[in-house]
């Protein structure tokens, strides 16, 4: 657990640092550190992976959900990039953030799954 701890506390630091020179926001870089050491932590003291195998549903309503669901994650970043026109760092970081935070919730939900076992 110690190692996942630090190893958790480099790469948030790593992340944040990066963040901090596309997007010069202390409280913007410090969120973000905080979710790639969130998703590190759970990414090495379980021993998860995020390219594990995906959900399966059953009922073909439930797929056509995940399906949308799944478009949508993947193309927000891209969309809001478009929408909002800059041409800075500031959309970058936004998606740093953003799949960090998608990988955080997919991970933790695994490790609770595994801790459930």
């Known amino acids: 657990m110690k190692r996942a701890l630090l190893v958790a506390a480099g790469v948030g630091l790593l992340v944040g640092l990066g963040v901090h020179r596309l997007v010069s926001s202390v409280p913007v870089s410090a969120g973000t550190a ?9 990414h090495v003291a379980f021993d998860l992976s995020l390219l ?4 399966r ?9 995940y399906g949308v669901g799944l478009f949508g994650v993947s193309t927000s970043p891209l969309l809001f ?3 909002t026109g800059a041409g800075d760092g ?13 990988a955080f919730l997919t991970l933790s939900e695994r490790a609770r799954r595994v801790d459930d076992d």
Do not use: K
Request: glycine share 10%; aromatic share 18%; charged share 15%.
């Open 34 to 42: 905080a979710i790639y050491a969130g998703v590190t932590y759970f």
């Open 52 to 55: 594990a195998e995906a959900p």
């Open 57 to 65: 549903f059953d009922d073909r309503v439930d797929r056509l959900g």
């Open 81 to 83: 990039a478009h929408y």
């Open 90 to 102: 500031s959309v970058l970081g936004f998606t740093v953030a953003f799949v960090g935070t998608v």
